[in-house]
């Protein structure tokens, strides 16, 4: 059925580095992707929304040249931690709207625990 | 202005006992409601969304546009629905996004 693969489950960086979170849409196309970030006990908030073949949609208050969205196929969609810091370290969750006619769900991809030292 | 409230952050009930995770929205109109349910060390998942009406794992969910609703319920707790529940309407029809709530855990005691 319908998944979404997200990848890497867990990474740890350097401060100043960058980190590339990926995010596939498997079986189906996915011209929206949205990410996600949860805070230590808060809920998912929103970050940006990706377009395929446009550039992203991000929420107020998130860095655009902090995080790097790109989407450049209807089945992979990137996110990128530019220059990380250690209050970037979070848990980053993508997800994709299945298309109209299967459901209007979206499936989350497993997370990636993002840890920066 | 927050746009859907899970008034309890944790929710402790003993095996066998019913349970309700509140959830209030307030959109106009008839959002699309959903719960979604993350297990320990698992990936966000869908549990129920209002439109269908169905029950799963013995959950069910009625939406109250009176008092704009859509609280979570099940009559008999069990040890594995210990989890995190996240309640969340769908923003900008179909293909819109997800807003959840600030989510509440819920562990069941033996």
């Known amino acids: 059925g319908a998944v979404v693969s997200q990848h890497p489950s867990r990474v740890i960086c350097k401060s100043g580095t960058s980190v590339k979170i990926e995010c596939r849409s498997l079986?189906?196309?996915?011209?929206?992707m949205f990410w996600y970030r949860q805070f230590p006990k808060k809920s998912l908030m929103l970050m940006a929304t990706?377009?395929?073949?446009?550039?992203?949609?991000?929420e107020q208050g998130v860095e655009k040249d902090k995080f790097l969205i790109n989407h450049a196929s209807l089945t992979l969609s990137t996110l990128t931690v530019t220059s990380a810091h250690p209050e970037d370290s979070s848990f980053y969750i993508c997800?994709?709207?299945?298309?109209?006619?299967?459901?209007?769900?979206?499936?989350f991809g497993q997370g990636t625990r993002l840890t920066v030292v | 202005a927050q746009r859907v409230t899970q008034p309890e952050k944790l929710l402790s009930v003993f095996k066998g006992a019913p349970v309700e995770l509140k959830c209030n929205y307030s959109?106009?109109?008839?959002?699309?409601l959903f719960w979604y349910v993350q297990y320990s060390r698992q990936r966000l998942q869908l549990l129920l969304r209002?439109?269908s009406r169905e029950s799963i794992k013995g959950f069910t969910a009625d939406l109250n546009k009176g008092e704009t609703s859509f609280h979570l319920k099940k009559p008999f707790a069990q040890e594995e629905d210990s989890a995190m529940y996240y309640c969340?309407?769908?923003?900008?029809?179909?293909?819109?996004?997800?807003?959840f709530g600030k989510g509440t855990k819920l562990s069941v005691k033996p």
């Open positions: 997800s994709a709207p299945l298309p109209l006619q299967l459901n209007t769900e979206a499936f």
């Open positions: 079986d189906f196309q996915a011209t929206t």
């Open positions: 990706s377009n395929e073949g446009s550039k992203a949609t991000y």
């Open positions: 959109y106009s109109g008839s959002p699309e």
């Open positions: 209002h439109i």
């Open positions: 969340a309407p769908l923003e900008g029809g179909s293909q819109g996004n997800l807003i």
